[in-house]
């Protein structure tokens, strides 16, 4: 048998029905089309294969759906071990009553290998096909978390977690040493992994004091690293914020005046539920992700995010399971949620805000929070391989329904097993 070329050897194609959201308005839908993937990339999408692509191997998916992957922009890798519990606690009560404790216990790496193995399992097994992973303070710890998700084919960044103030005894840092395990983390892990790389991540502004992120700050430029913190996620935390720093005139402007949104490389802040205007505006001019967390505000009592304010003033917006705040890592889960609780809002808060239509909540599942890993989240050319393969057959319709319709249901109905396939730049991870 003839071998094929190299160039034909990274050269495949996917045969199904195809949905994405270029644009948050609608999907666009191919059903029966050819999705090419040439080096890691999208080459196109064809309803027959061109004469070049002659020889390529082609995987008829039959019926499937084939939907990029999603991104999850904001979990916590050491809190999936109590995931489910404290639901009825708010905010700062859950963390020192779960939090806290759990994540001092990853200082010990064989219960560090034992929880993070289930979840990288779990990860790899879900809809996500990228994601920005909170670790915990443990250095050694957060490398063991990189190499485990490194193997899985998944594309990640991951935080060592900076806390010197305002935390329990067990479970904080000193300034010198925070900064100093900080990067020497940093400089073995920046070349150390094909997937996964670090992300700089003060856990937020009460647990950092003004010489800990004036140092993040100086590592920030030092090393072009990105940043992942919270952002003004509970009234309670808020005001705790203001009273720490009365001179400021936002949350926000608090990591700003360190350099640690957006001022010198990607930043993604979770939560935005009670950013005012000032904010918004400051989000919007440095360029900061804002991951919505549906799940995990409703969970935690903090309130409901204005996400229509941020996709009108043009901020750029994506979907976190925020395990273990949310207990659930579907992307499908985020994407309902999304739409729900932008209906409450509309209902009870703000009638001028309307709800989030499944399209706007897919893109920030999809293209909205892979945006921030680059070219991701999309089918259109040029845009990295990254696709789901969806099988529905366990949740029958009496009556033929076209694609969109039918990834509407998955989102609501759906669950792990209908998750046939998933590729991450081009590589088959699973299936």
Known sequence: MARMPNSLMKTFALKGNLLYTPGPSCFESFPGHYLVCED?????????????????????????????????LHVHAPQYAFRGLGMDMELLDWLRAYTFPEEARYGDMNYAERAYRQFVDDLKRSTATRACIFGTIHAEATLLLMRMLEETGLVAMVGKVNMDANSPDDYVETTADSLAETEAWVRRSLSAFRNVSPILTPRFVPSCSASLMTGLGSLQRKYGLPVQSHLSENPGEVAWVRSLFPDSTCYGAVYDRFGLFGNGGPTVMAHCIYSTDAEMALL????????????????????????RKYLENGLSVGLGSDIAGGYSLSGFRAVADAVSVS?????????????????????????????????????????????????????????????????????YLGDERCLRQKYVQGRKIFG
């Not at 409703?298 to 996400?307: D, E, K, R």
């Open 40 to 72: 890691g990339h999208v080459a196109g999408i064809f309803d027959i294969l061109p004469a070049r692509y002659d020889g390529i191997a082609v995987e008829d998916t039959g019926g499937a759906l084939i939907v990029p992957g999603m991104t999850d």
């Open 343 to 411: 209906r409450l809002y509309w209902r009870l808060v703000d009638d001028s805000c309307k709800p989030l239509t499944l399209p706007e909540a897919f893109y920030m599942a999809t293209k909205g929070g892979g945006a921030f890993f680059g070219r991701v989240g999309s089918f259109e050319a040029g845009y990295e391989f990254d696709a789901l393969v969806l099988d529905d057959a366990l949740w029958p319709s009496l009556r033929p329904l076209a694609p969109e319709k039918r990834l509407e249901r998955l989102v």
């Open 284 to 307: 919007r001019e440095r360029g900061v992700f804002v991951a919505h967390c549906p799940q995990s505000n409703v969970n935690l009592s903090s309130g409901i995010a204005p996400v």
